[in-house]
């Protein structure tokens, strides 16, 4: 299994908070990407990363932020959370991105609940 | 606009048939297209993929057939076994541009022992 560890497997927060998960990887791959799953919407692409400071969004950004200051560790951040914000975000790597076919390798997730 | 759409949220199949699960996408531009398994509570993990340069690729019970002009694929596992119920995930990429992977909605697949 890819070395994937996402933090902290479940959370419960308020309207109005704002919320930080982590991804860290041991497979020192280049690209990091964040997707959330909801019932009846699959998997959707927040942000994702394509090496150490550079990032870009994905189809469902809004009110979601990333950082990437180090290979093995990236961060989604909700500024503000909104109860359309509970969902199971899912981390996932690869080596060299997607686009020549190479898979992505997924954490285990996180389970957010915004009451 | 979805670009990969799994139009049939479930399927029910018994132990020992055909599972086909279908898949269609919109982009032209998308030349690989990959399957991932999903159980719940645990994230997804791929299963098998085709380059847009075959028609089929299989292993073991699992092969995917690819019919680029009519922009559709489909996975068959056969014979389908209990262990094989699961969420099901079409996804696919474009080498121009190193696209991430955009997924389907997933078909929910249910094997009756």
């Known amino acids: 299994d890819a070395g994937i560890t996402q933090s902290p497997r479940h959370k419960v927060t308020e309207t109005g908070t704002p919320v930080t998960l982590r991804c860290h990887q041991t497979e020192n791959h280049r690209y990091m990407y964040w997707y959330r799953q909801d019932p009846g919407h699959g998997l959707r692409l927040i942000h994702y990363?394509?090496?150490?400071?550079?990032?870009d969004k994905g189809e469902v950004s809004d009110g979601y932020s990333v950082s990437r200051s180090k290979t093995e560790d990236f961060l989604l951040t909700l500024e503000s959370a909104t109860s359309s914000q509970t969902s199971v975000y899912f981390c996932?790597?690869?080596?060299?991105?997607?686009?020549?076919?190479?898979?992505?390798?997924f954490g285990s997730g996180t389970q957010l609940s915004v009451l | 606009d979805q670009q990969v759409k799994q139009n049939s949220p479930s399927l029910s199949v018994q132990e020992g048939r055909i599972s086909i699960l279908n898949c269609d996408y919109t982009n032209s531009m998308f030349d690989y297209f990959l399957w991932y398994k999903k159980y719940p509570a645990e994230g997804p993990t791929f299963l098998i993929s085709?380059?847009?340069?075959?028609d089929k690729n299989e292993d073991g019970r699992f092969t995917v057939f690819l019919n680029k002009s009519a922009k559709h694929l489909s996975l068959h596992i056969v014979p389908s076994q209990p262990g094989d119920s699961a969420v099901y995930f079409c996804?696919?990429?474009?080498?121009?541009?190193?696209?991430?992977?955009?997924f389907g909605k997933g078909t929910r697949l249910s094997v009756i022992a």
């Open positions: 990363s394509y090496g150490v400071k550079d990032t």
């Open positions: 996932a790597i690869s080596e060299q991105g997607t686009g020549s076919g190479e898979k992505l390798f």
């Open positions: 996804a696919a990429s474009a080498s121009e541009g190193n696209t991430p992977l955009v």
């Open positions: 085709i380059s847009s340069i075959k």
